[in-house]
């Protein structure tokens, strides 16, 4: 089963997500993003990235120079790999889990691992997944893994933000995983 998750940035995707990952517990391996934000002007200025085993680091900044950039952010692929790839790897050889993506997006998918690893995870039916995409086909394998035969797509709102994770819960039961 693939669940999908989408919405307008900042909506509570990565919220939920972590709220997941705390009901389910040590059944999940993979990674999300958070926002980092300047402690005097509250103002974002980057991105990192942290991985089920606690591993994390900086992979988008306002400071960073480099030839990815996503508005303002550089981004900086290897730290992003170090991170998000070997949970993915692990997690595609291990049994009985599922996989976090937070998330298949611009940043992200400057990585050529990653998009190799996301393909392989997402068209594979034997890999269970979680993950958050844009809410627009920001490059082609968003759009693909979005009309992926059989993945249940989930728009989050402010109005079921708050209680999706339960129907995300009941949706994975009810399809015995």
Same mark, same amino acid.
């Given at each position: +089963?693939?669940?999908?998750?989408?919405?307008?940035?900042?909506?509570?995707?990565?919220?939920?997500?972590?709220?997941?990952?705390?009901?389910?517990?040590?059944?999940? /391996?993979? #990674?999300?993003?958070? $926002?980092?934000?300047?402690?005097?002007? =509250?103002?974002?200025?980057? #991105?990192?990235?942290?991985?089920? &085993?606690?591993?994390?680091?900086?992979?988008?900044? =306002?400071?960073?120079?480099?030839? !990815?950039?996503?508005?303002?952010?550089?981004?900086?692929?290897? /730290? %992003?790999?170090?991170?998000?790839? @070997?949970?993915?790897?692990?997690?595609?050889?291990?049994?009985?889990?599922?996989?976090?993506?937070? $998330?298949?997006?611009? +940043?992200? *998918? #400057?990585?050529?691992? %990653? /998009?190799?690893?996301? /393909?392989?995870?997402? #068209?594979?039916? =034997?890999?269970?997944?979680?993950?958050?995409? @844009?809410?627009?086909?920001? !490059?082609?394998?968003? =759009?693909?893994?979005?009309?992926?035969?059989?993945?249940?797509?989930? &728009?989050?709102?402010? $109005?079921?933000?708050?209680?999706?994770?339960?129907?995300?819960?009941?949706?994975?039961?009810?399809?015995? *995983?």
């Amino acid at each position: +089963m693939k669940i999908l998750l989408t919405g307008e940035p900042g909506i509570g995707k990565t919220t939920l997500i972590k709220k997941l990952l705390q009901k389910l517990g040590k059944k999940v /391996r993979g #990674f999300w993003t958070e $926002e980092i934000r300047d402690k005097n002007t =509250k103002k974002r200025i980057g #991105f990192k990235v942290i991985n089920t &085993e606690g591993q994390e680091t900086v992979f988008a900044s =306002k400071y960073f120079t480099s030839k !990815h950039l996503v508005g303002s952010y550089g981004v900086n692929v290897s /730290r %992003f790999d170090s991170v998000a790839i @070997p949970i993915l790897e692990k997690a595609i050889r291990e049994k009985d889990i599922y996989i976090v993506i937070d $998330e298949v997006g611009k +940043m992200e *998918l #400057f990585s050529q691992r %990653f /998009r190799e690893l996301v /393909r392989e995870i997402f #068209f594979n039916p =034997k890999y269970k997944v979680i993950a958050t995409i @844009p809410i627009r086909d920001v !490059h082609p394998l968003v =759009k693909e893994i979005r009309r992926l035969p059989g993945a249940v797509l989930l &728009e989050v709102n402010k $109005e079921n933000r708050d209680y999706l994770a339960e129907e995300v819960i009941k949706l994975l039961n009810a399809n015995g *995983l």
